[in-house]
């Protein structure tokens, strides 16, 4: 049983006032739950059943520090980062209503406007889901975002499956024309993996981040990920506030499904369900194929 995988690794890292574990559902790469507790109160844990790597978890602590220090963001506290969990103070669901996502657009325009860096990249290589996330230092955001957010997912087998020899060669055309297609932005810190489940809130209902893949590259990938995972009606109001507060252009959401196209080519790298995945991509590199 997934919790009970979870209480083992809770008691191995010294938490061992467990009473029950509750399986959490809505991340795709790691097991989840909430440890209710004897003498203390409950928490979040995660654990990969089978780890990656050792620094997974300590690379996400570490990003989760980072949002709340450099970028003013608002996480859950690190209580154990170890190679095989990691456990957080517990968070809220979020509240329904326009009202908590303006507040977010506030707290998420700081983050990206704030944070502003020289280079593109992270001082150490993280993690996104179950694969590691390269973050070679790059002066040319186009460079960076085409070799280590687009391209370097050709070499995972179900990416070279799904994709086939026309759809790798078109995906390297619009990588050699992202200067063209896509303005050119400063680096900023971002979250990484800014899907509408990785934001949750405090006991006051202010926007909490969970979950991150972080580094400095452009504040538009961010965007990109909450705008096209389903979000619910009422954070309309959310991308209306950040394009206020940040200036962006009219074009924004055209550049959507490009910038987006990191994140699709990361599940169809990792989980047998690609959700629709494949053919987004193949919509968005259409264009980008070698006419007959």
């Not at 570490?62 to 154990?80: C, F, K, M, S, W």
């Not at 991509?281 to 007959?292: E, G």
């Amino acid at each position: 049983m997934p919790t009970d995988l979870l209480a083992q690794r809770l008691s191995q890292a010294g938490i061992r006032d467990v009473v029950t574990v509750e399986p959490v559902s809505g991340g795709l790469a790691a097991i989840a739950g909430i440890a209710h507790r004897d003498n203390a109160p409950p928490v979040f844990v995660k654990a990969f059943a089978e780890t990656p790597a050792g620094d997974a978890f300590r690379a996400e602590a570490e990003g989760l520090t980072a949002l709340r220090e450099l970028g003013g963001q608002a996480t859950p506290d690190v209580i154990v980062a170890g190679q095989d969990v990691l456990v957080l103070s517990l968070l809220q669901p979020r509240p329904a209503g326009a009202a908590f996502w303006e507040r977010f657009a506030h707290a998420l325009a700081h983050l990206h406007t704030s944070t502003v860096h020289p280079r593109f990249g992270w001082h150490r290589d993280n993690w996104l889901g179950r694969r590691r996330q390269s973050n070679t230092w790059t002066a040319d955001g186009f460079a960076f975002f085409a070799e280590q957010r687009l391209l370097r997912w050709l070499t995972e087998p179900r990416v070279e499956a799904a994709l086939g020899p026309t759809g790798r060669a078109a995906l390297q055309r619009l990588c050699d024309r992202l200067p063209e297609l896509l303005p050119d932005r400063p680096a900023c810190l971002t979250h990484g993996d800014l899907w509408t489940q990785n934001v949750l809130a405090t006991t006051d209902g202010q926007a909490a981040l969970i979950d991150p893949a972080v580094s400095y590259t452009w504040a538009e990938v961010d965007l990109a990920h909450l705008w096209t995972t389903a979000p619910p009606p009422e954070s309309r109001r959310f991308f209306d506030v950040y394009a206020e507060l940040t200036g962006l252009d009219r074009d924004w959401r055209a550049r959507m499904p490009i910038i987006q196209l990191r994140q699709h080519l990361a599940v169809v790298a990792q989980f047998d369900d690609d959700w629709g995945a494949v053919d987004t991509i193949r919509t968005t590199l259409a264009p980008f194929r070698p006419h007959p």
